[in-house]
């Protein structure tokens, strides 16, 4: 079983900038495949962006491509997420997926059942 804990949430200004961090529990993070989604009130869960298992190759959702940037800490088990120029339509709640034992090592998974493992969600709002 593999416990996510995601933090770094907030209210933030437009054009202002946040950064997103989610741990990850267990001793195997480099088989752990991750990737970040997030839900705006009466909208469907959207992917954000993901990170192989070994940290090669990362994907952006076309919204947020070229204003957020993913990597991954393995001495930390964290995946991190900068998110910079937020604007209002960045505004939803943030959630952090694994999935474990991916055979390519440099694959990203972009659908949410592809993601057994959920942490419990950060709240991030843009407003001025």
């Known amino acids: 079983q593999v416990q996510l804990v995601e933090s770094g949430g907030g209210l933030v200004q437009p054009g202002g900038s946040l950064r997103l961090s989610c741990t990850a529990s267990?001793?195997?993070?480099?088989?752990?495949?991750m990737a970040w989604f997030r839900q705006a009130l009466g909208k469907e869960r959207e992917f954000v962006s993901g990170i192989s298992r070994s940290g090669l190759t990362t994907k952006y959702g076309n919204s947020v491509k070229g204003r957020f940037t993913i990597s991954r800490d393995p001495a930390k088990n964290t995946v991190l997420l900068q998110m910079n120029s937020l604007n209002s339509e960045d505004t939803a709640v943030y959630y952090c997926?694994?999935?474990?034992?991916?055979?390519?090592?440099?694959?990203?998974?972009?659908?949410?059942?592809?993601?057994?493992?959920w942490g419990q969600g950060t709240q991030v709002t843009v407003s001025s």
């Open positions: 997926a694994a999935h474990l034992g991916a055979s390519d090592p440099m694959a990203i998974l972009t659908t949410m059942s592809q993601y057994p493992y």
């Open positions: 267990g001793r195997t993070f480099s088989t752990y495949t």
